[in-house]
């Protein structure tokens, strides 16, 4: 069964930087399209990330120049490096990896995984 641990959240003024981490422990890792998703109070989960095994990153506009993806495939693990963080970020942020519905775009996506782990609280405010 998949496991998919986040970590790295936590409380953080306007103009800040905070850096997820996420492990998932799953066979042929390095061929899985990664991705970070966030769900806000009152609002549906989306896809704010993705990164391919091949193919370069995508975002969705709201964090584009401001988060950056990577991954680790020796350590079956995805990174989000966040930066200027604004008080629209505040979510609980997950990992999974993406299905894509259209190359190069986050939109359509959707989770690979039906599981979910606890996800990481990331909070912007002053």
């Known amino acids: 069964q998949v496991q998919l641990v986040e970590s790295g959240g936590g409380l953080v003024q306007p103009g800040g930087s905070l850096r ?3 492990v998932i422990s799953m066979k042929a890792f390095s061929l899985a399209t990664l991705g970070w998703w ?3 109070p009152g609002r549906q989960r989306e ?3 993705a990164l391919g095994s ?3 990153p995508t975002y969705a ?6 988060f950056a993806i990577s991954r680790d495939d020796a350590k079956n693990m995805v990174l989000l490096q966040m930066n200027d963080l604004k008080p629209d970020d505040t979510a609980v942020y997950y990992c999974n990896t993406v299905i894509t519905a259209r190359p190069g775009s986050v939109l359509g996506a959707q989770p690979g995984f039906t ?9 912007v405010s002053s």
């Open 20 to 22: 997820l981490s996420c």
């Open 47 to 49: 896809l704010v990330a």
């Open 115 to 123: 599981s979910w782990g606890q996800g990481t609280q990331v909070t």
């Open 54 to 56: 091949v193919a370069g």
């Open 38 to 40: 966030r769900q806000a």
């Open 61 to 66: 506009d709201a964090v584009a120049g401001r």
